[in-house]
């Protein structure tokens, strides 16, 4: 589902947060892999916002109503090389680098809001 505000051009390096974008989507597709059960209760969604919070700030959430993480692995999950994935299917570095393009990059921020069996949401905060 997209929820796509009116935003500003704004300088950014664009193949860099595409780069986020594509870590961030494809760990919530990961996270949705369980309910593709026909018989979950509710359809594996991944909602898109944008908007401006302040006249100086471009928000953009990424979140999904999967598995959702516990606090121990919130805690860690822009840590290089953590991951939760079996051997072979992560490597513990988009999170981490996801942070440093953000953080490091464009000055902005990097925000996890998780509940187990509820979903995730990623909240990059990018000021204008």
């Keep these: 589902m997209k929820n796509y505000g009116q935003l500003p051009k704004f300088r950014c390096y664009p193949g860099e947060l595409n780069q986020v974008f594509l870590n961030i989507i494809g760990n919530a597709i990961d996270a949705l892999e369980p309910m593709r059960n026909p018989n979950s209760n509710s359809p594996p969604q991944i909602t898109i916002t944008t908007e401006i919070e302040t006249e100086n700030q471009v928000i953009i959430r990424i979140a999904d109503n999967g598995i959702g993480m516990s606090e121990v692995v919130q805690k860690r999950i822009f840590d290089p090389f953590y991951t939760t994935k079996p051997v072979g299917k992560g490597t513990g570095l988009g999170l981490a680098i996801s942070y440093q393009i953000i953080v490091e990059r464009h000055g902005g921020k990097l925000e996890?809001?998780?509940?187990?069996?509820?979903?995730?949401?990623?909240?990059?905060?990018?000021?204008?």
Excluded: Q, R
């Design 112 to 128: 996890c809001i998780s509940t187990l069996a509820k979903g995730s949401e990623f909240v990059i905060s990018i000021p204008l």
